[in-house]
Structure formats: structure tokens, C-alpha cells
């Protein structure tokens, strides 16, 4: 690792910088050289102190942490995941040069002012102190699909892209996965990722370096003003609610940082939209937050074709690649194909990048096979249809009695239908309510009335 230089002092500066001391694993080191680099800060003059220092297992560290003045935590709760929680309220009162916070990703407690620790760290660097932190960077949210292949389960605490792409400065903390295992072994420390194989933590390393390379091609182009750096890419990735769209939105957001171009989200609102269940409701708000952290621009847009609506958004927003997740949708039987079929007949000239739902398929196929074979009748829209038709037949009797056509009627018990359509979920209330009309117009308004009989049988 090269040697740090010690921020500036600058009185009158009025936002802090940020450090982030980064690893693709718990163990390689990132606490002791944030520490080293606070130490050098602090010969140069810097006032420097601790807000939270969490790696108390390596002894050298610790001795190392021990140099420095420590801000006084808040007791963390029984349930908790730490043993103390970061003040904030201590530390801006404080307002050091320099301090030193780690675990940048770390959630806090229900009763913190903000979620996450990274937003204590915010509001830091906005009160005009420098921050040094650490990080692992298989953290960061757009590569948890990624993560969770490698390691087969998924990453509770994350932050957004944004705060290590936008970070002063990183300083990647690299070692072999072999001397790694040796470490921890050698310290009997039972980290998150000493229970990896060498090839996962070979994985995560390429990872990492990747991810940190991604960070530095950034700068290093927008250091080139004069450089036309977006090439007119512009990255679209359609919304729902489905389970594997977090995965897509995700894929999406990696694709426009590769392609360092615009990046939106759109969700097309159908008439349909209004009946999704809650789960659905709340995973489409989850998807739509997700997208917004990543960078996203969300955009809406209504109408009941789906393909035209993305292929005209497409058009006059300029999108030159759209990302869709994989469709196991039957085929409709008449008509229309599907949407990557009529995405391609209506918009040729975009590049369509169909992600697979890799592993979801059961979980999308039931949601399928519910949704398609076994439409749902509530008790509510049955007592929706009954009230209708009754008002209907209501209506209907006043028109006899003052002595209308029975084209007159037959025309209400025809709204009535309509009307059960639009204010029921089930397709089978409107079937129902069709039967139920010629029913009861036969044995309301026929002779002979009040019975089912008929005098002709049309």
C-alpha cells in the first residue's frame, strides 16, 4: 500500500473527504493501515481521534488503536450485532480534523438517527471532517448477485454504489487468499470468510479488484474533459414486481458503469396494476427504491401494450439498450407475441440483453401457475357482482313500469356487466354476472314473468 498523504488543513473547508481503507475479506488488514495512515495524519499535525473502532481481535491493532484519543460509543441493544454503536452527536461535537470510523456498511440500531452507517459518515463529511473508514467490498449493492453466486448466501449490509464510487480516495488492501487462511488461522479468528475455500475467496478477490479497477477507469476518464465519454449510450431496464427483477436492476446498473452512460428505470402502469397483492406492491416499491439508490432516473409511463410503451419511451429518450429478465410466460394462443418478440418487431434498432432468472424459475413458474390457473374469487366481489345486479334489476323494473322496451332494460343489464368488469379483480365475476342477467331479465321482465319459462326461445 502506498503511504497516505495527511489531509490538508483547511479551516474554512466545508465538506470532508473520504477514505475508504477497502478488502474483498474480513482479516486482510484494512483496520491496521487505516490506522497507520491515522498515524501519519496525526505526526503531520492533523488533529485525528477514533469514532469507532470495531477490530479489537488483532493485538497489533488494538496496540495501534490504543495511540489515539476514542470517542465514547452508545451501548448497543442485547439483540444487536456489535457490542457498542457509533455516536454521532459526540463526535460533530467534537469535530475533530480526522476521524476514524469502521465498518462503513454496518446497520445501525432502530433508535440511530440514520439506517446505516454510512449516512452518519454523510453527514460527517458535510460538517467539514475527514473521514477514514473501512470496507469489504463484496458490500457494495450492485454486485450482490454476483456475491451471493460466490458464496451462496447474500449480504445483509450494503451500500449504495455512490459512496465508493464518489469516495476521495480508496486504498485497496490486497493479499493472497493462501496467506489469508494462514492469518486467520494463525489468530484463530473466526471471521465471516474464514469458513470460504480458497476458491471462493480467489473469486471474491477477482471480484474486488474488478469492481475497485471500475472505480479508477472512472476518474481516469473523467479526468479527460475533452474526451466525449458517453459514446450516446443510455441503458433502459424495465420494472415490475417479479422476484428476479432486483437481479436484472442490478445487472443493469453494472452494464451502464461499464458503458459509463445514462441509466433509467421505467415501469410501465397498466389497468392491471391496481389488483397486484400486497407482496407484489411491496417488492415493485423495493425494486423501484433499488433502482433510485443505483443511480437509476425512474421514470412511469401508462398504457395496457407494454412493448410499444417501452419501444415509444425508448424512441424519444434516446435508449440504445434495453434489459430485460428472461420470459417463461406462455405464448399467447391468438395475436400478439411476446414482449421481446414485439420489442424487436417495434424498436429493430436496439440492443435487447434478456437476463436469466437463475434460480428463480420455480419461485416465477408458481407465481405463474396461480396467476394463470387459479384466478381468485373473494367473498368481496361476489358481494360487489350481487349489488350491482340487484341495482340493476331495480332500475330495470321502474323502466317496465313506465312502460320502456325491453331494449331499454336489456341495455342497463349490459352496463351491469361492464360495471362488474371494471369494479371486480376475477375475470369469472363478469361471466357470472352475464349468466346471472339473462337469468334474472327471464324471470323479471318474460311472460310468463316470475318464472323461468318463456313464451319464445330467443
Not at 445501525?108 to 470496507?135: C, I, M, P
Not at 489468530?187 to 476458491?199: E, I, T, Y
Not at 407475441?337 to 414485439?342: A, F, I, S, V, W
Not at 424498436?347 to 419461485?363: K, M, R, S, V, Y
Request: net charge negative; aromatic share 8%.
Amino acid at each position: 500500500m502506498d503511504r497516505m498523504t495527511p489531509p490538508r488543513q483547511t479551516p474554512e473547508k466545508k465538506q470532508g473527504t473520504l477514505t475508504i481503507f477497502a478488502s474483498y475479506c474480513s482479516g486482510a488488514g484494512k483496520s491496521f493501515a487505516m490506522l497507520q495512515a491515522a498515524k501519519a495524519a496525526q505526526a503531520a499535525g492533523t488533529d485525528v481521534v477514533i469514532g469507532l473502532y470495531s477490530s479489537r481481535r488483532w493485538p497489533e491493532t488494538q496496540a495501534l488503536a490504543e495511540q489515539f484519543e476514542t470517542m465514547p460509543c452508545k451501548p448497543a441493544p442485547p439483540d444487536g450485532q456489535a457490542e457498542e454503536e457509533f455516536d454521532l452527536d459526540v463526535c460533530l461535537k467534537r469535530r475533530p480534523q480526522l476521524i476514524l470510523v469502521d465498518e462503513l456498511s454496518h446497520r445501525n440500531t432502530s433508535d440511530a438517527r440514520h439506517r446505516k452507517r454510512y449516512q452518519d459518515v454523510e453527514e460527517l463529511l458535510r460538517a467539514g471532517v475527514d473521514v477514514y473508514t473501512t470496507l469489504d467490498v463484496q458490500q457494495i449493492e450492485s454486485i450482490q448477485d454476483t456475491v451471493c453466486s460466490i458464496l451462496h448466501a447474500s449480504v445483509s449490509e450494503r451500500i449504495p454504489d455512490r459512496v465508493f464510487d464518489r469516495a476521495d480516495q480508496v486504498e485497496f488492501l490486497d493479499i493472497e487468499p493462501e496467506r489469508l487462511c494462514q492469518r486467520l488461522l494463525q489468530q484463530k479468528q473466526d471471521a465471516v470468510c474464514s469458513g470460504c475455500s480458497l476458491s471462493q475467496l480467489s473469486a471474491l478477490r477477482e471480484m474486488a479488484l474488478r469492481r475497485c479497477a471500475d472505480r479508477a477507469a472512472l476518474y481516469t476518464q473523467a479526468d479527460h474533459r475533452g474526451m466525449e465519454y458517453r459514446a450516446h449510450e443510455h441503458i433502459l431496464v424495465c420494472l415490475s414486481s417479479a422476484p428476479s427483477n432486483e437481479r436484472i436492476i442490478r445487472m443493469a446498473a453494472r452494464m451502464a458503469g461499464a458503458f459509463r452512460c445514462g441509466f433509467t428505470a421505467l415501469f410501465v402502469e397498466t389497468k392491471t396494476t391496481q389488483w397486484l397483492t400486497p407482496a407484489d406492491q411491496e417488492r415493485l416499491q423495493a425494486n423501484i427504491r433499488l433502482a433510485q439508490q443505483l443511480g437509476a432516473s425512474v421514470e412511469t409511463v401508462y398504457g395496457d401494450d407494454i412493448a410499444y410503451q417501452i419501444a415509444e419511451f425508448s424512441r424519444l429518450s434516446g435508449v440504445t439498450k434495453i434489459v430485460l429478465g428472461r420470459s417463461g410466460a406462455p405464448r399467447p394462443w391468438i395475436g400478439k407475441g411476446t414482449l421481446t418478440e414485439r420489442l424487436i418487431e417495434l424498436a429493430p434498432e436496439l440492443d435487447i440483453h434478456i437476463i436469466p432468472d437463475n434460480g428463480l424459475t420455480n419461485q416465477i413458474s408458481e407465481t405463474r401457475r396461480e396467476i394463470f390457473h387459479m384466478p381468485v374469487l373473494s367473498a368481496l366481489d361476489l358481494l360487489k357482482s350481487a349489488l350491482i345486479l340487484a341495482l340493476t334489476t331495480l332500475v330495470g323494473l321502474f323502466f317496465y313500469y313506465l312502460g320502456l322496451t325491453d331494449a331499454n332494460i336489456m341495455t342497463l343489464y349490459l352496463l351491469g356487466v361492464m360495471l362488474v368488469s371494471v369494479f371486480t379483480k376475477s375475470s369469472i365475476c363478469s361471466f357470472m354476472a352475464s349468466a346471472a342477467s339473462v337469468l334474472t331479465f327471464n324471470f323479471f321482465f318474460t311472460e310468463p314473468r316470475f318464472s323461468l319459462h318463456a313464451y319464445d326461445p330467443g
